[in-house]
């Protein structure tokens, strides 16, 4: 159980192009989903938390207009980056948490970006 | 400031001895534990979690051991196997407090056969 899917898996975009990342609970309803990128060797970066039918909530330095953010439904939360450039070029990844669960995330298998 | 931190950014270990990765944290709200395993290009697995009114929690070979005074917990894997190599990032969360996590810069675990 508590599987979530993301995808794409990898995308490859010309500078200026828009792409969207989709993230979706399987097998269970996620009230809460979250959105990290990775640097090359580093620890996962929060973005943006997201809240079924709410706002995103963004963390400190991540333009909310350049990384869209929607919660749809319990179980799809899509970030789209916008007018991407080579700079937005990393790993993202998504997870989904379960309101009954201990705090457990469950992660996609992250969408690798590279913007040419 | 990093609240999370995992002083060994690799860890080589011989397959079939015990594998000890560390973590050390600031925040005294944290009250809730897990460890989490990636490979390249792949999203973290959960892989086992502690409560704070544990100190200890085992799930097969994997151990995870809380000692809330010295605000340091550490997951032991044995025997270790190659299939274990890997990234191993622990968090840190605040229940209650929206189910978010605040992660360590992982360890870097190879298991030599």
């Known amino acids: 159980g508590a599987v979530v899917s993301q995808h794409p898996s990898r995308v490859i975009c010309k500078s200026g192009t828009s792409v969207k990342i989709e993230c979706r609970s399987l097998d269970f309803q996620a009230t809460t989903m979250f959105w990290y990128r990775q640097f090359p060797k580093q620890s996962l970066m929060l973005m943006a938390t997201?809240?079924?039918?709410?706002?995103?909530?963004?963390e400190q330095g991540v333009e909310k207009d350049k990384f869209l953010i929607n919660h749809a439904s319990l179980t799809l939360s899509t970030l789209t980056v916008t007018s991407a450039h080579p700079e937005d070029s990393s790993f993202y990844i998504c997870?989904?948490?379960?309101?009954?669960?201990?705090?457990?995330?469950?992660f996609g298998a992250g969408t690798r970006l590279s913007v040419l | 400031d990093q609240q999370v931190k995992q002083n060994s950014p690799s860890l080589s270990v011989q397959e079939g001895r015990i594998s000890i990765l560390n973590c050390d944290y600031t925040n005294s709200m944290f009250d809730y534990f897990l460890w989490y395993k990636k490979y390249p290009a792949e999203g973290p697995t959960f892989l086992i979690s502690i409560s704070s009114i544990k100190d200890k929690n085992e799930d097969g070979r994997f151990t995870v051991f809380l000692n809330k005074s010295a605000k340091h917990l550490s997951l032991h894997i044995v025997p270790s196997q190659p299939g274990d190599s890997a990234v191993y990032f622990c968090a840190a969360s605040v229940r209650d407090a929206g189910n978010m996590l605040t992660f360590g810069g992982g360890t870097r675990l190879m298991v030599k056969p």
């Open positions: 997201s809240n079924e039918g709410s706002k995103a909530t963004y």
């Open positions: 997870s989904a948490s379960q309101n009954l669960a201990k705090n457990i995330q469950y």
